[in-house]
């Protein structure tokens, strides 16, 4: 994938090279921001490619599963669109902010059950190489080399994390959330669809977690919100049920060959 993608990127890069883009025809994209931010040593068209790679696939699986978790339980287009008119409407000119979409709780919790249930690593997340020998406060000694990974899908799984973790329950975050607000009386980020924490790592863990999670949160809801504003969404065939996803070794993919139905909504 990195070569190809480096292969159809290559010419972009080259132009930047050549200084062909100046301060006054820079376009206002991720490839630009990226190149800008990039030292010297880093605008290779392998670096560059990679990060497109890292922030672009991951992403529209994301979308993917979400979107199928979505036609397979229609019920759940309603809140969600209920949710995503009254945030907009509150936001001048209805175009909603960075902070208007960190109100959308419902469809942030939506998300994150969609990424509880298919994450994009089918076994671990936030691997690591020990550059020395580390002792934790158990006891346990990591020896310097070692490989450590956590086992981010089975947590999510797990009915001592979760309750009744095999159901699938759109607003199961959004819940928490509001239950966390009632015995505390303070907010909580501790369920947001980008919270790293022990039980939610599928955007890793520690000072190399994903920063990219903030981009995507945002352009996920805007898809799904805008997508759900405009049409009503069905699966394509019914009787299959919630399409199944494909395990390729360490991955868990989306399954390309199924599609949902879209249908424009009356009057929009
Ligand atoms: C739903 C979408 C995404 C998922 C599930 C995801 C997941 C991950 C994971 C699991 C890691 C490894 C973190 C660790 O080892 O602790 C990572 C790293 C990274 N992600 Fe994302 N990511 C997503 C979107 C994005 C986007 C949109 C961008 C850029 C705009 C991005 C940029 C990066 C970069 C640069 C790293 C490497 C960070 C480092 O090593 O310091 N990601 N991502």
Known sequence: MKARMSEIMAPEFAKRRKAKISEFNKPNTMLQWVWDDSSEKDRTDEHQSMIQILATVPTAFAATQALFDLA???????????????????????????????????????????????PLALVVSFKREALENIDLADGTHIPKGSHIAAPSYHIGLDESHFSSPETFDGLRFHNLQQAEFERTGKP????????????????????????????????????????????????????????????????IYPDSTKMVVLRKREGV
């Open 72 to 118: 397979a339980r229609p019920e759940y287009i309603p809140i969600i669109r209920e949710e995503f008119e009254s945030v907009c409407d509150s936001c001048e000119e209805k175009r909603p902010t960075k902070e208007a979409f960190g109100k959308m709780t419902k469809l942030d919790s939506f998300l994150k059950e969609s990424q509880r249930i298919t």
């Open 188 to 251: 909580s980020t501790k369920y947001q669809y980008v919270a790293v924490n022990e039980t939610s790592l599928h955007f890793g863990y520690g000072l190399q977690a994903c920063p990219g999670r903030w981009f995507a949160a945002i352009v996920l809801k805007l898809l799904l919100g805008l997508l759900v504003m405009q049409f009503d969404v069905k699966l394509m065939d019914k009787g299959e049920g919630r399409p199944k996803s494909e395990i390729d070794r360490f991955f």
